[in-house]
């Protein structure tokens, strides 16, 4: 059967090029050029795979994304984004979306990350269809996430904690920031464990609405609600005599928080609308990227239920705070891109390597996973060099200042228009002096001319709080000039 794509997009340049790209790899394709406009369109074109830019004139990536969610729980949804909102991004993902996907658009990434998306998806719905008929798209039976400790202090230090509280049946609490493997922590528990044999259930908190966050946890009987068509099995049942995972618990209701705690503590799960209660042996670990007593004392999380939760707590560092693993990950994770893009990239230039190591990574593991699988999927040559990585990566320092300089006028701020190249959608022409990092060694007037108008467009954008139209008034050239060039200094 086709599977079906809803592109959501403001630039009808990108809309059309993606329509015409996807339709012919074989998917049927909607568009939509507003967010109101790409709701709609989910009641009558139904789609598996929704696609929409992060910026829209009507609806911001937040909005869209929990309407969607409402609209259509078990569809995926993949945010386009530049680079510069990229830890916006990785903020949405857990609130339910799939994935990311960077300005500007190549469409082999676009094809790889729509591929895996929806193969994923079809293979969590036929293992769910043996064992209950609908199970959200935030849980997964089992979680396959392969993950490297690292070889750096930090790292070591983080395996003894897991290698001690793993054989105990403690609940264990996982604090550490968005991206930095928190259930790949707890997933490394539970294979420690005495119940490795058993099943491991994840459930993302944030990405599930506070209507269906009870059904999720303790599961329904037929017609305990409306919409409740048959009998569900909660997350509660689907992980008894092995591990429970639960990511970003603190985005939990309060009320559901009550009843959770009465679970935890009786160890028995009652279906909503059922009057059976089942006896359950789950180990339960949780995580957030905020201390749970600190949301305890604002009100925001129950103070009984964090004792209860806090019998042993891991902190997984950041990435920036592990230096001597910052390589070590990169060759983990070029090594797994190779095989899925059936490339054969070796490594890493010496100019590549320190501009990892400068980057303080505030997307983490994550971030370095989209870096690298774009970054090979560039590279025309055995080594991956740095003009094929971002241009915010390469100039992160600079980029601090300038933001530090500006202070913007309050403006509402023109949605982001990305003008694609025709007829492709990306022209990588290697000698480009962006691609180049600031501050090489030689002189160069082209690289020079081309840094000191990168710098004058920064500065007006940021002015005006980054409305196009405004900053090309204030340049002296129409949009269309704008435009053109900022996507010749690859500015998102």
């Known amino acids: 059967m086709t599977k079906r794509i809803l592109v ?42 929704v696609l929409t830019d992060f910026k829209l004139g009507d609806i911001d990536g937040v909005t869209i994304l929990s309407r969607i969610k409402a609209k259509l729980p078990h569809v995926v949804v993949i945010i386009i984004t530049g680079y510069s909102d990229i830890k916006v991004a990785i903020n949405v993902m857990k609130q339910g979306a799939y994935d990311y996907i960077t300005k500007p658009l190549f469409p082999d990434e676009i094809l790889i990350t729509l591929q895996k998306a929806l193969a994923e998806a079809s293979e969590e719905k ?46 264990v609490i996982i604090y550490g920031e968005s991206g930095s493997g928190k259930e790949a922590v707890a997933l490394e528990i539970h294979k420690r464990s005495k119940r490795a044999s058993g099943p491991f259930v994840a459930m993302d908190c944030g990405a599930i609405s506070r209507e269906l966050s009870a059904s999720e946890l303790f599961g329904h009987e037929k017609g305990s609600f409306t919409g409740a068509l048959e009998r569900k099995i909660g997350h509660f049942e689907m992980a008894n005599g092995g591990t429970l995972f639960l990511d970003e618990v603190g985005n939990l209701p309060y009320d559901v928080q009550v009843s959770l705690l009465r679970v935890v503590q009786e160890r028995r799960v009652r279906r909503l609308g059922g009057a ?14 905020e201390r749970l007593l600190d949301a305890a004392r604002k009100n925001n999380f129950r103070e009984d239920l964090y004792y209860r939760f806090n019998e042993f707590s891991i902190d997984v560092p950041p990435l920036r705070n ?32 320190a501009a990892f190591m400068e980057y303080p990574w505030p997307g983490n593991l994550r971030e370095m996973r989209n870096v690298i699988k774009r970054a090979t999927l560039m590279s025309e040559t055995e080594w991956i060099e740095a003009r094929v990585l971002p241009f915010e990566l390469l100039n992160y320092d600079r980029l601090l200042k300038l933001e530090n ?39 160069n007037l082209k690289i020079a001319s081309s840094e000191a108008e990168y710098e004058v467009i920064i500065n007006a954008l940021r002015k005006v709080n980054f409305n196009k139209s405004k900053a090309a008034e204030l340049l002296g050239i129409d949009r269309k000039t704008l435009y053109n060039k900022m996507r010749n200094s690859n500015i998102g």
């Open 126 to 171: 036929a293992e769910t269809n043996q064992v209950v008929k609908t199970i959200p798209a935030t849980s997964r039976r089992s979680a396959n996430v392969p993950y490297l400790f690292g070889e750096g202090p930090e790292s070591q230090y983080l395996y003894r904690q897991v290698d001690l509280v793993a054989p105990t049946n403690y609940s």
């Open 322 to 353: 592990r230096k001597t693993d910052i390589m070590i990950f990169a060759k983990f994770f070029l090594e797994k891109t190779n095989s899925e893009l059936n490339k054969h990239v070796q490594g890493f230039s010496q100019d590549a390597q």
């Open 276 to 289: 059976k209660e089942i006896e359950i042996d789950v180990r339960i670990l949780v995580a957030s990227n």
């Open 8 to 49: 959501i997009d403001d630039d009808t340049d990108i809309c059309l090029l993606l329509r015409r790209f996807l339709t012919k790899n074989g998917y049927e394709v909607a568009i939509a050029h507003t967010g109101e406009e790409g709701l709609a369109t989910l009641d009558t074109f139904r789609p598996d795979l």
């Open 405 to 443: 300089a500006f202070e913007p006028i309050n403006v509402v701020p023109e949605p982001a228009v990305y003008v694609p190249p025709v007829p492709q959608f990306v022209q990588i022409n290697p000698s480009i002096a962006v691609n180049q990092p600031i501050g090489t060694d030689g002189v």
